[in-house]
């Protein structure tokens, strides 16, 4: 048993971030396994998304199916099963997405194989496997010590690990195979139906004002309407500011908004917990505004500003207006 194997994941034609943020966990892990990273990816046209595992996987296998266009889980299934009882690796990541949430337990119960999900850290010694996960919504940290296993499968948090790299793990062309699979009878993929964007992409911007609890209410959105016109920005929120209605849900960053990577983040009145943290910190250059010097956004922030937000706000908008 050695080596990791990552799952990778596309959608709509593109092979999606969090499968780079899973070769960049693998390679960190790979010297303490002793083996090297390969990374599988099943796909109508695999050959079209796999420059961008080339350089950051040792090895590739290439899967192709013209039902792969989209996640098939009963045509992953068996290839992977396969691909596992050849190689045995010592890991396997994947996403902790839909499609990995979906595909993950099913390949451990198939496969009879330890399981951990949602990881936002993972380290390996003795042997065996321990990971962190974010508990009480972000609050605190377990530290999971799994026991020795030949092979575990790990889910890892959107935003949690860094891509690597392109040439960070040179990859061999011996260890490079496109495999096209028989035709067999499976669940067919009918369409794919993307979240509706009500009126803005935030996923488009290059600068967000991003907004928080801390704003207080809907009164005092449009003060950062402004600053966020004077700059040119699109305005965004953290969850409790969707909820309550004070910005469309289309609006909202984190793990059940938007995956946002503008150059400039603004963070006014966020507190910065985990979840909306994976929807941003990846951003260019994050700024926070915060009246309590221990948010856990500063941890993430290029720069801070412990104040309170409304002396901040109309200060800023002045200066750019400018
Ligand atoms: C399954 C799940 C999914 C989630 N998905 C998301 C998600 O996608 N996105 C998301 O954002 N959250 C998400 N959350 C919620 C998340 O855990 C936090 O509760 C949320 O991000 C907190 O939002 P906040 O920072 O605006 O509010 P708070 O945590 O209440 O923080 C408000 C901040 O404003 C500061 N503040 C208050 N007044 C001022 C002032 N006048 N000036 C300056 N600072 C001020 C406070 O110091 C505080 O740090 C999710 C939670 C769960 C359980």
Same mark, same amino acid.
């Given at each position: 048993m050695s080596g990791v194997l990552v799952i990778a994941e596309h959608r709509q034609g593109a092979l999606r971030e969090a499968t780079l943020e899973c070769l960049g966990a693998a390679l960190s892990l790979a010297p303490s396994l002793g083996g090297q990273v390969t990374a599988a990816l099943l796909a109508d046209d695999p050959q079209s998304l796999a420059g961008e595992l080339q350089g950051r996987a040792h090895g590739l296998k290439l899967y192709a199916h013209p039902e792969l266009a989209a996640y098939n889980p009963e045509l992953y299934l068996p290839v992977l099963a396969d691909i596992i009882a050849a190689s045995q690796p010592s890991l396997i990541l994947m996403p902790h997405s839909s499609q990995g949430m979906d595909l993950a337990p099913a390949l451990a119960g198939r496969l009879g194989l330890p399981l951990v999900t949602d990881c936002a850290g993972l380290s390996w010694s003795d042997g065996a496997l321990s990971v962190q996960r974010n508990v009480y919504g972000g609050k605190a940290v377990l530290d999971l010590a799994l026991k020795p296993a030949a092979t575990v499968v790990a889910t890892l948090q959107a935003g949690a690990f860094q891509a690597p790299p392109a040439g960070a793990a040179p990859t061999a062309s011996d260890r490079t195979a496109l495999t096209e699979l028989a035709p067999r009878h499976a669940r067919r993929f009918l369409e794919y139906l993307a979240g @509706? @964007?009500? +009126? @803005? +992409?935030?996923?488009?911007? +290059?600068i967000l004002v991003s907004v928080g609890?801390?704003?207080?209410?809907? +009164?005092?959105v449009p003060q950062a309407q402004a600053l966020a016109e004077a700059l040119g920005a699109t305005l965004s929120c953290s969850r409790p500011v969707a909820d309550a209605g004070?910005?469309?849900?289309?609006?909202q960053v984190g793990t059940s908004g938007k995956t946002v990577r503008p150059k400039i983040y603004l963070a006014l009145g966020i507190s910065g917990a985990f979840q909306h943290q994976a929807g941003m910190n990846n951003s260019g250059t994050i700024i926070a505004v915060n009246s309590d010097p221990r948010a856990p956004i500063f941890q993430v922030a290029h720069y801070g500003i412990v104040a309170d937000m409304f002396e901040v706000l109309p200060k800023l908008t002045e200066l750019f207006k400018g």
């Open positions: @509706v @964007v009500e +009126d @803005v +992409d935030i996923a488009e911007a +290059d609890r801390g704003i207080g209410g809907p +009164d005092n004070w910005l469309p849900k289309s609006r």
